[in-house]
T-cell receptor
């Protein structure tokens, strides 16, 4: 079975400061992991994905995430927040065998302060 | 953007009525998914399909059924709508399942009064 936990429901940062959104996962098989972003009243956009290649994954808009198997984590980071980063972020896990399900975390709402 | 169309975009219906939401894709992807999004819950999987006529339940399948008679269409039916099914419904597709990303439609906002 798979599950994903986003450790913070809300995160506030000042513009220009680093962003850290935390995600822990559980999977019976080698996982694939994804981060999605949803701006207010918009659809979901893929930020980045991990599928068993490099453990440090770079995505769009300066975001990156590091897969740490020993910690079962896949935290999302950005060196410098921009006002346009204010949105809800979702961590997603799927297994590489046994099921075709994609399981979402409950989301982290990022607020960027001027 | 992936060619995914959800219809209708908005619907208001009364408790006890049946409702069908449609997802149409032009990408010829094998895997299709229905999620509902509610505040505090993220997106929860309702049903998914891994091929024509092949479907399976997700986390919150009670009160919902699905059908997939063609690769491009995946229908979600609320047999008898309840107020707890008021939500935003998203359809998603994936070409390989598992290690390929989901691509989403724009969502259907359903209100059950």
């Amino acid at each position: 079975a798979q599950s994903v936990t986003q450790l913070d429901s809300h995160v506030s940062v000042s513009e220009g400061t680093p962003v850290l959104l935390r995600c822990n996962y559980s999977s019976s098989y080698s996982p694939s992991l994804f981060w999605y972003v949803q701006h207010p009243n918009k659809g979901l956009q893929l930020l980045l994905k991990y599928t068993s290649a490099a453990t440090l994954v770079k995505g769009i808009n300066g975001f990156e995430a590091e897969f740490k198997k020993s910690e079962t984590s896949f935290h999302l980071t950005k060196p410098s927040a921009h006002m346009s980063d204010a949105a809800e972020y979702f961590c997603v896990v799927s297994a590489t065998s046994g099921t075709y399900k994609y399981i979402f975390g409950t989301g982290t709402r990022l607020k960027v302060l001027a | 953007d992936a060619g995914i169309t959800q219809s209708p975009r908005h619907k208001v219906t009364e408790t006890g009525t049946p409702v069908t939401l449609r997802c149409h894709q032009t990408e010829n992807h094998r895997y299709m998914y229905w999620y509902r999004q509610d505040p505090g819950h993220g997106l929860r999987l309702i049903h998914y399909s891994y091929g024509v006529k092949d479907t399976d339940k997700g986390e919150v399948s009670d009160g919902y059924s699905v059908s997939r008679s063609k690769t491009e269409d995946f229908l979600l039916t609320l047999e008898s709508a309840t107020s707890s099914q008021t939500s935003v419904y998203f359809c998603a597709i994936s070409d390989r399942g598992q290690d390929s990303p989901l691509h989403f439609g724009n969502g259907t906002r359903l209100t059950v009064t």
